[in-house]
């Protein structure tokens, strides 16, 4: 049995971490941080855990949470997980980090969107942990960076086109939608109900959202040449789920139902990217609370376009059913332990 | 390995059965039938099942069926399940059904309320299938009824004052409120998106839901005598939950600590209740896709009386989940098995 | 043309204020101001005011916001009302509160619930604004106090059973349901959208609720004698609405089609109530947007209950559309100018 | 006092004239028809209404329905709408009809989208009632055809780019969102609460939505040369709302801020076009409810390409708003007539 500590539990991924590993045959959550609500019950602050998490929130102190896990899910914002990694990784724990702040392989493209990086030594050794793409690097690391939760719908829907270099590189568009779930759980006018419900917008207009970069790296190491594509998050008032509508433009004449078969093909032994039949197009409803990715791929034959749909539920394969995938990798466990939840429907 | 099929799957409750069998470790799901969708792959109807159900959906043929499975759901409309279950039983094979056909001891209630019951002879042996109010003898039954969602939570509201003779029996009202995945998956114009949507109304009001004879029935059962409640139930623009706030007057002056410890007591074994701390209340969220049924209770020193709130998730402690729950005990596994599932949070 | 001041305008009871009074052909808002906002165009708080408001947020210095206006709306959070209002008497403007600080007859009652009241004096000159209850002491008023939303669906749901002296008025149940805009418009978590979407629950449960008195205090006046009730709030996963379902003891028999034809002629003058039909039961959805208070009764004969189902927009009817029908009748104008808006459907 | 006529009043851009038209100032709806519903009070159908419209829904008699009214709304379904409109016309009312059957100049366009037209030579007579492309002509026109949803949308979005051509006109995308409402009142499963609830999905991928041939007709005129463009319509859970996300190649380097300028400039004079502050993008909910659109324009400087955001209200400028705006200049009122409500927020 997995020892497991989940660090930083008092937001969404956090609880959401709690409510897969509880069904998780072989770990055991033996430590959850809470810098906010230390002393607490957890079941005081996520009532949903009630009656099956008897354990108090602890402080941060990286000595004890490492004497009580053998491995350890970091949930915290960016910045405060940049700091208390190396201790973890020091005292030989293996560590899935789920902000953004070990994803780059370069040091200056996080500092350029984010801000002054203190381990820049660490990021050749942490691992993107997509297991789609790089499912051998995860097994052996000792820190994974989960992917953010839009780049995983843009990346799993994109490489099949970049692998097969079916897509002029140039004049990619993702046009990609959230659940509010994304904007976390600090308290703010933005994400009141009332705000957000009733209405759609979109947001980090023009190149501007964090996980622009995220996507770009990871795009052009599948592509092997550099790309820039332009990125439009919008939010959408429901809890959970993301869609992705990708763009581009094809370099040679295809039909749907052959790039229908070329992703079938690519994903076909994915336990968990579910490639749709040649001309539907996923929905977020048919992913939430699971670890499926689903994938639908249309030709616009009027314009020469591809268009992909991409859905995940940005909780789940976005965040913490992902992590949770690169446990069982990274551990030697079947990938799908405790991640074979299919979607509350409805 | 226990055979098990769902007959009706293409309604709510259907669709939930499968997504919780699907984590059950002591059950596979061998024949799934479907009226309306017959020679579709079930995974056609409802995605969410894709790369995990590859069954096709059968035309619901009794004898077919039965040499299929050992354990048989029905989730059909009330008297299409009146009609098929009586060749099951005659098989050999023990039948849980979701309808209403089976709930009444008496069928000339069951008439009075819903139409004339062929099988008037069956409404002895079948066992009305609360866990937590008539567990023996659910493991003994070979016909389950397995209870209607507001009931579920009423009376599993109600128990601990009636069995304790706390509250005067005739002055119950049962305010309660449901999502919408109660009416069914049929296209009607009143359970349009937009006509739900950002809406809350009262429906069935002054006492003709169908759901009152079955509350009566159970309630005067535990109160060993007869009683007629007001029952008002209502809909709320969400897809699941049930919530019910229970009003009745205390024959003998007591505190929300005295009947929150009373309660507490009298659920102490139960796996799926959880009564809260002496003052919460519960929200339907904390048990939404769970098979939970959370209650608080309170006093109104003002008033006298003592106010009951209970939470469920209609499709699951209401409807599939306890199904399940049934088939545990009915085939000696342990009560919670596949049923471990949180609620998921947001 | 009136000129009016919108005092405290940064919540959802201010910005509704603008939004009908843009509508109303006699009023001009000369004033807005905000604490927490001053200096800012009104329209970067509420985009939805863009084009036509032009107005900077003002802070709020009584003296020089008496100087623009003839009538002021106070729609600051209680305490913050009380210690403004005598100013503005004293200037000799008209004031429509939209707080609890001038609603109660009693000094003590609103110390009991509230806090210490500064100007208790004031209180006997105050008129409680619910023009259907006291529209000709409304009329001559210089201070209303404009009703809370949940008393104002109880008090006009219950009004006519009590002047006609049908019930036992020692029975009496109101279990009310909000839509979130009641719970305004200030950074709380329990207020994201993640925390109050998908989820039912009740609140202030057990006579602890602030509206309680308030109710309480009008239907005193109105049958007479000292009424204790009991009041559960409930919170929908909605923008906007109440719907309070009433239960009452008959004293004598009656039918649906009595008590329905009663309520008819008791509001046949009303132009913001209306009667539905014997049998029929309103939604707050046919409300929404609008000044309507729409009223169901039904008896239910197996218990001898009456059921009053009563339906507003909180933010309408009970709140900033019956400012200003308080406003209308103040000043002589068509109660209704302004206020004909029908509910935005779906 | 115009009389106003509304035929197929059963849908939802039937109820939302209906909704309008109560605040107009100049126009009386003397006839109200609905084929399903004939003979039943439109309050039945529509309890909104009730107290306001005391009307009884009629047959589609269109002589009778020609003598009782100046001015006819069409809100049938296309091909009811082709048939009924032509006697409408003979018999010398003018018509707006909100069906696509009189919106294409070219039938062979229409009969390759939709299906036989009944009346080509109609088609030259018919203007596209967009008033801020083409007023002058609306204004003497006898037969409007009032433009579709997303068209609205994605055409006012581009108007100042293709007028000032300033982008690639082969490489347009518009990635477009729409409420629930747009889907019509149809009983469909589909449709249904549950269904689209908590979801977010694309719909008529691949250039197959029949209003692409609709923005196509328009883009190619404004831009004086023939343009097809990507268009990908998505469902969002929200009742009422259009967001286009647009995408175009700029020819010229520019900034955020030179576009949001030439924007404002381009619109300027326009009653319902509210262009956002350089850097702005608008949300549906500041518009839900009223007759504007809102729209903001961002450059991605790292990629060339312009983002314009355009956002309505789907049934009013996008239908039934837009349709009553066009009323009032064929009639020579003030534009903004009855339109003047501002959005619903929240």
């Known amino acids: 049995m997995l020892k497991v500590a989940v660090v930083g539990a008092s937001g969404y991924t ?12 072989e770990a055991a959550v033996t430590c959850i941080t809470s810098e906010q609500s230390a002393g607490k019950p957890v079941s005081d602050l996520f009532p949903s855990l009630r009656g099956r998490y008897a354990q108090v929130l602890e402080n941060l102190e990286p000595v004890r949470v490492a004497e009580k896990a053998d491995i350890i899910f970091t949930a915290l914002p960016h910045k405060a997980a940049m700091e208390v990694v190396p201790t973890f990784l020091k005292l030989g724990k293996r560590v899935i980090d789920l902000s953004a702040d070990y994803r780059f392989n370069d040091a200056a493209t996080y500092e350029q969107w984010y801000e002054p990086h203190m381990n820049p030594h660490l990021l050749p050794k942490a691992v993107y942990g997509l297991p789609e793409v790089r499912r051998v690097a995860v097994k052996g690391a000792k820190l994974v960076a989960n992917p953010g939760c839009y780049p995983t719908s843009v990346i799993l829907g994109l490489q099949p086109l970049l692998k097969h270099k079916l897509i002029d590189t140039t004049g990619i568009i993702s046009d990609s939608a959230s659940g509010v779930s994304g904007a976390g ?29 995220e996507m ?29 509508t990708i763009y581009g433009r094809l370099l040679a004449p295809a039909t749907t139902a052959e790039l229908a078969g070329l992703y079938a093909e690519f994903y076909g032994g994915e336990p968990f990217v579910r490639v ?15 670890n499926f990715c689903d994938i639908g791929v249309v030709v616009d034959q009027r314009t020469g376009r591809v268009i992909v749909v991409s859905a995940i539920d940005n909780l789940v394969k976005g965040a913490s059913g992902q992590a949770v995938q690169n446990m069982n990798i990274m551990c030697g466990l079947p990938e799908g332990l405790g991640l074979e939840g299919l979607a509350l429907v409805p």
């Open 276 to 290: 749709l039949p040649a001309g539907d197009v996923p929905s977020t409803a048919h992913v939430r609370g699971s």
């Open 216 to 244: 770009e790296q990871e795009l052009s190491l599948l592509a092997e040449e550099r790309i820039t594509i332009t990125f439009t998050p919008h939010l959408v008032p429901m809890d959970r789920g993301i869609l992705s």
């Open 185 to 213: 759980r600090g308290a703010k006018v933005d994400n009141l109900y009332c705000e957000v419900n009733e209405g759609f917008k979109a947001y980090g207009v023009g190149g501007v959202h964090r996980h622009t970069p």
């Open 14 to 25: 956090g609880v959401e971490l709690l409510r897969i590993l509880h069904c998780h045959p």
